[in-house]
């Protein structure tokens, strides 16, 4: 069965440097998201991407995160100068139409903040 | 805006019972409603998918029910078993402009022995 995959599964980091997490799709899926989980709390939408440009995106996704497909398999999350309070599960998710159904959610990525 | 409501935040219950977790939402504006299952620090497994127009969804023994013009769902569990002790959540796409789940907090379910 296909499946969205994630790197890195967990991923620590000090404050203010550069993380990148990565995410493959589910080849002919057309939209793809992040979003995340700050532990303890809901799951929060950050962003979706479709036709290589951003779709919709929350408060949360300020100018530090950014988000790339830059080989039209992998769907990546940046974030540029991580914070303390970035620490979460990071979650990519793809579905193959606008209107086709459910979200196929990859096994997350946990960040650690330090 | 959009707001999902999930009763009870935990539940406990002997292995064997039958039980219902509810989920509301407040704009019944929604293309469908999924429920997942999450275990402690892992990943989002959907259970069960219900589109706007059904009113419910079997798998095994899981039975989701989805009544829109009041915004509630029901995931009802059979015969419960240690091995379905998880966090349950409840996400809807929300209509409109903008094609996203928004999230319950989830209930935390535990099967005793």
């Known amino acids: 069965e296909p499946e969205v995959t994630q790197t890195p599964s967990h991923q620590v980091t000090q404050m203010g440097q550069e993380v990148i997490l990565r995410c493959v799709p589910i080849s002919n899926h057309l939209y793809f998201y992040w979003y995340r989980q700050i532990l303890g709390q809901k799951v929060e939408f950050l962003v979706s991407f479709y036709n290589n440009e951003i779709s919709e995106k929350s408060e949360i996704f300020d100018d530090q995160f950014s988000v790339e497909r830059p080989d039209g398999s992998n769907f990546t999350l940046k974030i540029r100068s991580t914070k303390l309070e970035d620490s979460a599960m990071y979650f990519c998710a793809s579905i193959g139409g606008r209107n086709t159904g459910e979200l196929f959610f990859g096994e997350g990525s946990r960040l650690t903040v330090l | 805006k959009q707001e999902v409501t999930q009763i009870p935040a935990a539940l406990s219950v002997p292995e064997g019972e039958n039980l219902v977790l509810n989920c509301s939402f407040t704009d019944s504006a929604i293309y469908n409603l999924q429920w997942f299952r999450q275990d402690p620090g892992k990943g989002l497994t959907s259970l069960l998918l219900i589109q706007s127009s059904q009113r419910e969804q079997t798998s095994g023994r899981l039975n989701a029910s989805l009544d829109k013009s009041s915004g509630r769902s029901t995931l009802y569990i059979a015969a419960s078993q240690p091995g379905d002790s998880a966090t349950y959540l409840c ?16 209930t935390k379910l535990i099967i005793k022995p």
């Open chain 2, 91 to 106: 996400a809807v796409f929300e209509g409109g402009s903008n094609y996203q789940l928004i999230w319950g907090a989830g």
